[in-house]
């Protein structure tokens, strides 16, 4: 059988890169499935509950014959920014504001198990989005996601208390990926496994619901510091 990109329901302009990209058209029918609408603007990227509350089922129920009533709207720039938004929603399992993360925590304590599993979440979400977003397999590719990835954690500090010192954020990255890097690669590996359990719902054939090889946080962040030497 053959697989059709599914009609975007969002309106994506005619010269931005994903109005044909089929993994945007899987990752928006699969989203509106559970309730949350897609938005693609130029303004703040942003997840923001616009109905009830709603837990995202495990394992995924029977696609629906038609879409529920949206919980959330998420508002994204484009596809890397959506996959980044995908990983959150994927593994906390919760349509709500901002993923159902708890501001009043901050700043979260890298030293509790809360606090680094806040962390291994964002690193997930990161990996996820760089490892997704086009295939990784020439100089150019890799050149946008050093970049890419390093935009996406440049704001990770302020969550730390560590705005006005990035650099021992970074230290205490390095710290805590050397004491604890098994629980952090499981959760780059679920955020990839649970995204392509949620394309290949939204009907994705095998060569859109996942990569060939999936990316390690480890490879993103060696990169990262060889950049930086």
């Given at each position: 059988m053959r697989h059709l990109a599914p009609r975007l329901a969002v309106r994506i302009t005619s010269n931005r890169p994903d109005a044909d990209n089929?993994?945007?058209?899987?990752?928006?029918?699969?989203?509106?499935a559970l309730g949350a609408h897609v938005e693609v603007s130029d303004g703040d990227n942003l997840v923001r509950r616009i109905g009830p509350r709603r837990a995202i089922p495990d394992?995924?129920?029977?696609?629906?014959?038609?879409?529920?009533?949206?919980?959330?709207?998420?508002?994204?720039?484009?596809?890397?920014?959506l996959l980044h938004e995908v990983g959150h929603l994927v593994l906390a399992r919760v349509l709500d504001d901002d993923?159902?993360?708890?501001?009043?925590?901050?700043?979260?304590?890298?030293?509790?198990?809360?606090?680094?599993?806040?962390?291994?979440?964002?690193?997930?979400?990161?990996?996820?989005?760089c490892g997704l977003s086009r295939p990784l397999d020439d100089a150019r590719a890799w050149a946008w996601a050093d970049a890419w990835f390093a935009e996406q954690i440049e704001i990770q500090p302020v969550f730390y208390g560590l705005?006005?010192?990035?650099?021992?954020?970074?230290?205490?990255?390095?710290?805590?990926?050397?004491?604890?890097?098994?629980?952090?690669?499981?959760?780059?590996?679920?955020?990839?496994?649970?995204?392509?359990?949620?394309?290949?719902?939204a009907g994705a054939p095998v060569g859109v619901a996942a990569p060939a090889e999936s990316l390690s946080f480890g490879t993103l962040l060696r990169r990262a510091r060889q950049l930086e030497a």
């Open positions: 089929r993994l945007f058209g899987y990752l928006d029918r699969g989203l509106r394992p995924l129920p029977p696609f629906p014959r038609h879409p529920p009533p949206p919980s959330v709207q998420v508002r994204v720039e484009g596809l890397p920014n993923h159902g993360i708890d501001y009043q925590a901050i700043p979260f304590d890298l030293s509790a198990a809360e606090g680094r599993r806040v962390l291994f979440e964002e690193l997930a979400c990161c990996t996820l989005s705005e006005d010192d990035p650099r021992r954020f970074w230290t205490a990255v390095d710290d805590v990926y050397r004491a604890h890097h098994e629980a952090c690669e499981a959760m780059v590996e679920a955020a990839f496994e649970r995204t392509a359990a949620l394309l290949r719902w």
